[in-house]
């Protein structure tokens, strides 16, 4: 059963326009969030985390935003540029009991920035 | 600086055959995270490794796989046995601590024939 689901497998969009990447998560241990960026052949990227404490946090063209009570998050990159393009993952963690700490990935959202 | 070092980046093996996948992280980072990605999955997650504490193996798929690290230094995944399943890209991942953002390598490619 996945613990971080990103529904939207692809997105496309309009250069200059804002992209919503949307993640879910069903464990409400999760206190800990961050999204990653991946080019092929590459490794993740760390892009922009949130703890949940905050319900929002900028850094940029890249905000996330925290619902805990809905259990979502959401990225938004505004203005969206060709460059952009890539595999975005959404990563949720928390201490579990009896275990370590460890973060669980979604599947990833493809997005596609069109000039 | 140096970021998080894998090698080698790509593998082919047979099938039945060991493989020794390697890492180094950044310096200093005391948390490390090995992760694998099938063809059009996700990261899945496989072990953690934070300090001096016992690892957190949850995610090994099987006894086939195994990890090792050396107090905060390098750490190896084992695979004994490969199997045609166990092909995909193996990632390594370092954190300063356990609440920071992790930082991979490029991945290991295993391609097991």
């Known amino acids: 059963d996945q613990q971080v689901k990103q529904n939207s497998p692809s997105l496309s969009v309009q250069e200059g326009r804002i992209s919503i990447l949307n993640c879910d998560y069903t464990n409400s241990m999760f206190d800990y969030f961050l999204w990653y960026k991946k080019y092929p052949a590459e490794g993740p990227t760390f892009l922009i985390s949130i703890s949940s404490i905050k319900d929002k946090n900028e850094d940029g063209r890249f905000t996330v935003f925290l619902n805990k009570s809905a259990k979502h998050l959401s990225l938004h990159i505004v203005p969206s540029q060709p460059g952009d393009s890539a595999v975005y993952f959404c990563a949720a963690s928390g201490i579990e009991k009896g275990q370590g700490f460890s973060f669980i990935f979604g599947k990833g959202t493809r997005l596609l920035v069109k000039p | 600086g140096a970021g998080v070092s894998q090698s080698p980046s790509n593998k082919v093996t047979e099938k039945g055959k060991d493989v020794e996948l390697r890492c180094d992280p950044i310096s200093g980072h005391t948390a490390l995270y090995w992760y694998r990605q099938r063809l059009g999955q996700g990261l899945e997650f496989l072990i953690y490794f934070q300090g001096n504490s016992a690892p957190d193996k949850s995610g090994l798929p099987s006894d086939r796989f195994s990890a090792e690290r050396t107090g905060e230094s390098v750490s190896t995944l084992t695979i004994q046995r490969t199997q045609q399943e166990d092909s995909a890209v193996y990632l390594c991942?370092?954190?300063?601590?356990?609440?920071?953002?992790?930082?991979f390598g490029n991945g290991t490619r295993l391609t097991v024939t």
């Open positions: 991942a370092s954190s300063v601590h356990v609440v920071s953002p992790l930082h």
